[in-house]
């Protein structure tokens, strides 16, 4: 059981605009550390997406862009399209636990 | 361009040693964090611990009293050992570290090797 909580699965049609939240608490994302998202497309290693809450890798399209308030974070995906069908996952460091954590995952399906 | 580039034994009986190691190619070794990242099938990322050039070590102190990582400057790599392994240990193994790129924050993952399968079976 991840201490940041992402839904296990979301879809939308092509075009569309999805989110994706991670929720965490006073020990991780509430306490100031910053949120961290990857893309790990099937049978490949996680791609960092967003990093520092909301800023995108050089080459990461701007149609992916996060946030973060208080205890929880998200992503938001506009203009969706068939290649963004993924598994998403959260990252923040959790204090009372010393350790990085991730978030369950996110199945992203394009309808 | 940085890469990383695993290998180990992919296939292990109950009560064995898991062992992998990690090479850095094409930048700097000294000076950041070499941390391996597991992922069991269908689940989810756990941070299993990071080591530094130094051999400084931080493990998941889930993991704490079973992990071994250690440093080889002289070949850029670094390896990791955890022993009697059983069945929950199967997953996939990633190297990784956090902060290699001046853009990117201290503590996001931003190189990744591309994962070695580890199944434990009797």
């Known amino acids: 059981q991840s201490v940041l909580t992402q839904p296990p699965s979301v879809s939308g049609a092509p075009g569309q605009r999805v989110t994706i939240s991670c929720t965490g608490s006073?020990?991780?994302?509430?306490?100031?550390?910053?949120v961290h998202w990857y893309q790990q497309l099937p049978g490949t290693a996680p791609k960092l997406l967003i990093y520092?809450?909301?800023n995108r890798p050089s080459g990461v399209p701007d149609r992916f862009s996060g946030s973060k308030s208080d205890t929880s974070a998200s992503l938001a995906i506009t203009g969706l399209q068939a290649e963004d069908e993924a598994d998403y996952y959260c990252?923040?460091?959790?204090?009372?636990?010393?350790?990085?954590?991730f978030g369950g995952g996110t199945r992203l399906t394009v309808l | 361009q940085v890469q990383l580039q695993q290998w180990g034994a992919g296939l292990l009986k109950p009560s064995e040693t898991l062992s992998l190691t990690c090479a850095v190619y094409?930048?700097?070794?000294?000076?950041?964090?070499w941390t391996w990242i597991r992922q069991p099938p269908g689940k989810g990322l756990e941070w299993i611990g990071e080591?530094?050039?130094?051999?400084?070590?931080t493990y998941n102190p889930s993991l704490k009293s079973r992990v071994t990582m250690s440093v080889d400057t002289s070949k850029n790599q670094f390896s990791l050992k955890l022993p009697s392994v059983t069945a929950a240990d199967t997953a996939v193994y990633y190297c990784?570290?956090?902060?290699?790129?001046?853009?990117?924050?201290?503590?996001?993952?931003?190189?990744w090797g591309q994962g070695t399968m580890v199944t434990v079976s009797s």
């Open positions: 990784a570290t956090r902060g290699y790129f001046g853009w990117s924050s201290v503590d996001a993952f931003d190189i």
């Open positions: 520092g809450n909301n």
């Open positions: 990252q923040s460091y959790d204090r009372g636990l010393s350790a990085w954590e």
């Open positions: 006073s020990s991780n994302i509430g306490a100031g550390y910053d």
């Open positions: 094409g930048g700097s070794f000294s000076g950041y964090h």
């Open positions: 080591i530094n050039h130094a051999g400084t070590t």
